[in-house]
Structures are given as C-alpha cells and as structure tokens.
C-alpha cells in the first residue's frame, strides 16, 4: 500500500459527459502528479500540483483540468469525454518537487471507460 | 517522439535465472532513471534508481546499470523469482532550468514472466 489513494476505482461513463477523479496523498506529500495510461501506452504525464499551485503541465488536453486543494487532496475533471480518453489514470504523490530523488508513490489508479 | 524506449513489449526467463530488462533514452539532458515495477491492478511502485553520476547501483536482487555514451539502462534481476512476474517501467528525468529535477518521462513497459 503506497498511502496514495484514489476514488473511484472504476468509472463507466457516455460520450460527451464530465467526470471528476479524486487522489489523496500520502501523508505529508506536498506534490501530486496525474498520469494518464492508454493501452499499449507508457505513463504519459498530465500536469503536478505542489502544495496547492500548478508547477508543471505535460500533455494534457484542454478538456481536462485539475486542481489541488488546502487538504493537499487533488481532483482531475474530464470533461467532454471522447472515447479515446478512456484509459487508467494514476495519481503520484512526492514529498516536494524537484527533489534529487524525484521518487513518486502511485495511487491503484482510476480505470475510466468511456462508451 | 517517444524519449525513453523499451523496445521489449515482454520478457520470459526461468526462475533463478536472471532477467535483463533494458531501456534507451534520446534526450541527452536526463541525468536521473528510476524503475518502477508495477503488478495487475496496482499503481507502479519504485524500485531503484541511478544518477548519471553513477555507472552502477546495486539494490539486493535488482541491480541498474547506465552507459551514458550509449544512452542506455538495464536492469538486472538475480535470481529471477516468479514474485518479480510484473510490468518494468523505466523513467528518466532532466534538470529544469531553474536547477530542481523535472518530471519523470516513463517508457511503455516491459512485461516480465518468471516461470517456474
């Protein structure tokens, strides 16, 4: 068990719908990454938040926005779901950002499936 | 344009012996890889780690290797144990401009199957 967790475990939903996935961090993390992993596909990372502020964004799309709170919880927004975004998506956490070791804990992962 | 490759989708080698899993990078700015091991239904979990500064690091069974000239990593596991059976990622990071480690760019896996 990393003491990431996320919520829901499995999501199912329609073309054209909005969803939101919800991380927690393990205690005292400050950083939360999100990754997105398509089939076949290696993590492909979205964006991190750091102690409630965007620090870095990588491919995500415009439809997709996240936000950390002052719990330090993290919630990723999926909305005008294609069929293409379905795919797991995992949320990491780190004690800070730009840390040497860069050691991220991963969450189970939410497997969206978007029909 | 993919950074960091594994060019292997799967592996399969006997338990005790060992197992190689390997990984090339293009981005000459790396200067840290990690190894996450990741089992059915579970997120990734880090394994070991190596900086450029290093050729070499050792870790129980699993031990990396890194040959900056040839932009390329390996990780060996001896011996091989059918608990190690899981999907390999490797990752690679680059300093940011402002000095702190930048995120972690993750290859599509290899699927390691220990029979035994």
């Known amino acids: 068990d990393s003491g990431v967790t996320q919520t829901p475990k499995h999501l199912i939903t329609a073309t054209g719908q909005r969803v939101t996935l919800r991380c927690s961090p393990r205690?005292?993390?400050?950083?939360v990454y999100w990754y997105q992993q398509s089939l076949d596909q290696g993590l492909q990372f979205l964006i991190q938040?750091?102690?409630?502020?965007?620090?870095a964004k990588g491919n995500i799309l415009e439809r997709f926005s996240a936000q950390q709170f002052p719990d330090l919880h993290s919630e990723l927004n999926l909305s005008s779901l294609e069929l293409g975004d379905s795919a797991l998506y995992f949320c990491?956490?780190?004690?800070?950002?730009?840390?040497?070791?860069?050691?991220?804990?991963f969450g189970p992962g939410t497997r969206l499936t978007v029909l | 344009d993919q950074q960091v490759k594994q060019n292997s989708p799967s592996l399969s080698v006997q338990e005790g012996r060992i197992s190689i899993l390997n990984c090339d990078y293009t981005?000459?700015?790396?200067?840290?890889f990690l190894w996450y091991k990741k089992y059915p239904a579970e997120g990734p979990t880090f394994l070991i780690s190596?900086?450029?500064?290093?050729d070499k690091n050792e870790d129980g069974r699993f031990t990396v290797f890194l040959n900056k000239s040839a932009k390329h990593l390996s990780l060996h596991i001896v011996p091989s144990q059918p608990g190690d059976s899981a999907v390999y990622f490797c990752?690679?990071?680059?300093?940011?401009?402002?000095?702190?480690?930048?995120?972690?760019?993750f290859g599509k896996g290899t699927k390691l199957s220990v029979k035994p």
């Open positions: 990752a690679a990071s680059a300093r940011n401009y402002g000095g702190s480690q930048g995120n972690l760019i």
């Open positions: 190596i900086s450029s500064i290093k």
């Open positions: 990491a956490s780190s004690v800070a950002t730009g840390t040497r070791h860069n050691e991220q804990f």
């Open positions: 205690s005292g993390d400050l950083s």
């Open positions: 938040y750091y102690n409630g502020e965007e620090r």
């Open positions: 981005n000459s700015m790396f200067d840290y």
